[in-house]
T-cell receptor, first 113, second 114 residues
């Protein structure tokens, strides 16, 4: 199994809503990542978890809150988002920290209204 | 400042032709150079990667050429097919430190005409 599964595929939320994005991998990878991707741009790293501990936060606003319940799961909790947060949110995993040979999920298309 | 410069921004190739995308970098600490392919509405998929101890790596129709002295690397897609139409990103990663973060190029949108 070489898949990273993300749910939901699409999400529309209001600026006062609270929602969560979910990511799952069963490749035994010990590093997991959240990226944000705007149209026609490369992915931007948001968070890195290594061995279930947050190792990197790329100065992401606190309205985004990551969580790693176990080595296979990664969540991104969203609260009080702004319309400019609308983007494709990608989860990835890799054996080694840093993103080398990372496998990406298909992403959650988030629209904030 | 863009640490990995990718060109061209967009590329149109006829079916059966060769697609060539170029990337250049400055940081000599980079030692891992992957290429990702991304279709609309999908996440990036690792296509092929190279380390600086080799000058070329080939996987099927996809070849990376690496020029360490010039600090450049390129992706060649032989016999390009309409199914290759996608956005291609080059990236680079440093060889040391706790944060061996991928640094991405800005991407190349490839269209292969039938």
């Amino acid at each position: 199994d070489t898949e990273v599964t993300q749910t939901p595929k699409h999400l529309v939320m209001g600026m006062t809503n609270k929602k969560s994005l979910k990511c799952e991998q069963h490749m035994g990878h010990r590093a997991m990542y959240w990226y944000k991707q705007k149209a026609k741009k490369p992915p931007e790293l948001m968070f890195v978890y290594s061995y279930e501990k947050l190792s990197i936060n790329e100065s992401v606003p606190s309205r985004f809150s990551p969580e790693c319940p176990n080595s296979s799961l990664l969540n991104l909790h969203l609260h009080a988002l702004q319309p400019e947060d609308s983007a494709l949110y990608l989860c990835a995993s890799s054996q080694a920290r840093g993103g080398r040979e990372a496998f990406f999920g298909q992403g959650t298309r988030l629209t904030v209204v | 400042q863009q640490q990995v410069k990718q060109s061209p921004q967009s590329l149109i190739v006829q079916k059966g032709g060769i697609s060539i995308i170029n990337c250049a970098y400055e940081n000599t600490a980079f030692d891992y150079f992957p290429w990702y392919q991304q279709f609309p509405g999908k996440g990036p998929a690792l296509l092929i990667a190279i380390r600086p101890d080799v000058s070329e790596k080939k996987e099927g129709r996809f070849t990376i050429s690496f020029n360490k002295s010039a600090k450049q690397f390129s992706l060649h897609i032989m016999d390009s097919q309409p199914g290759d139409s996608a956005t291609y990103f080059c990236a680079a990663s440093p060889n040391a430190g706790n944060n061996r973060k991928l640094i991405w190029g800005l991407g190349t949108s490839l269209a292969v005409n039938p």
